[in-house]
């Protein structure tokens, strides 16, 4: 158990939060794995190569990180007083949201479970 008072706790606690800008999209419709390979594409690139890269990208995934990438980006400018051209993507994961659990029938009333899967996607920015 933390020693010390609840409100000295919540201070020490408070006082160790993460302030690079980030932004985070949770239960998007879209798989963890198939988020990845967007991810994957833009981890260490500057800002404006990766909203490049997702922008003329075919997957679905990359529409929700381009609009991912420009929330994050906001949030340093108008939270962090940050310079735009010099941030870069420090951070981007996806994690395993819920999963959507339907019934498809197939032959000879047979049931087939189809998982529509979903995932909590994070971009987290830093300045150069």
Do not use: W
Not at 22 to 45: E, P, W
Not at 75 to 104: H, I
């Amino acid at each position: 158990m933390a020693k010390g008072h609840r409100s000295q706790i919540k201070r020490e606690r408070n006082a160790k939060r993460d302030t690079r800008p980030s932004a985070k999209l949770s239960y998007a419709r879209v798989s963890v794995q198939k988020a990845c390979f967007v991810l994957d594409a833009i981890r260490g690139k500057d800002l404006e190569t990766a909203i490049g890269i997702v922008t003329y990208n075919p997957r679905y995934a990359s529409t929700l990180i381009k609009k991912l990438l420009e929330s994050a980006a906001a949030n340093a400018e108008n939270n962090n007083n940050m310079d735009r051209s010099k941030l870069y993507v420090e951070e981007c994961y996806a994690n395993k949201g819920p999963t959507m659990k339907r019934v498809k029938p197939r032959a000879q009333g047979r049931a087939y479970r189809i998982e529509k899967r979903m995932s909590h996607i994070t971009v987290v920015l830093n300045e150069r």
